[in-house]
């Protein structure tokens, strides 16, 4: 069961976000690319702080081990952040705005670019894996919620890798095929998790805590930077209760909690 539900919630956090993404026409993705964004945002924090916090300080070490855990997550994703504008030259990370991709890549090799998005896509889809199972040896409920605040990210996030895919060689149709196999490593990080399930237990709290950081820092770090711009009053309001939207999807099972 537990190796069911693992294969389950990466494969539909992994490759059905390419899918859905794919489902989004070019036209509906610059219209409602921000209310994704809001939502994505608000999930993501809401399953961080109202569920996996919770979960890893329940699971027997000290509230500062989990605190100490989540800021060196923070810290982590910061120079892998870094290390990767060091090595591809511009901000392909979590970026749905496709004129900036389409720019980035007139300034270079198409085909290295590409090569880079698919890579970088497939090391970060491992470790969403990785944080997915963990969730799921904890709990069955957060293991579907990781999976679901994945998807809500990864979505925005691949309307960015097709477009930038699709300038490649044989892009369009393939495009989606290409970005598809790079979720697939959220699969292979998921059955990694779950053969490394043993050894993950002893270290279950602080393997939450990292995941939370992980959700942290795409929200706060990729996410919300691409809000904050100016825009009207209405579309802020928009913006808010589509964040709203998200932290409430994600509280109100929390009102069923059993544990």
Partial sequence: MLLISILAGTLIAGVGSVWLAKLVSPDASSRFAPDMISFAAGALLSTACMHLLPEAMEGGIKTRGVCSALLAGLVLFFVMDKAELWHHGHEHHHDVDLDHHAAAHAQGNVTAGVWAVLVGDSVHCFGDGLLIAAAFIADFKLGALASLAVLTHEIPHHLGDLAVVGQ????????????????????????????????????????????????????????????????????????????????????????????
């Fill in 168 to 259: 490649g060689p044989n892009g369009g149709k393939r495009a989606t095929m290409k970005v598809a196999l790079a979720g697939t490593l959220t699969v292979i990080g998921g059955l990694a998790g779950y053969g490394l399930v043993e050894t993950l237990k002893p270290f279950l709290p602080y393997f939450l805590a990292a995941a939370a950081s992980s959700f942290i820092y795409v929200a706060l770090a990729d996410l919300v930077p691409q809000l904050q711009k100016h825009v009207s009053p209405g579309q802020s309001l928009r913006h808010l209760v589509w964040l709203l939207l998200g932290i409430a999807v994600v509280a109100i099972t929390t009102m069923f909690d059993v544990n």
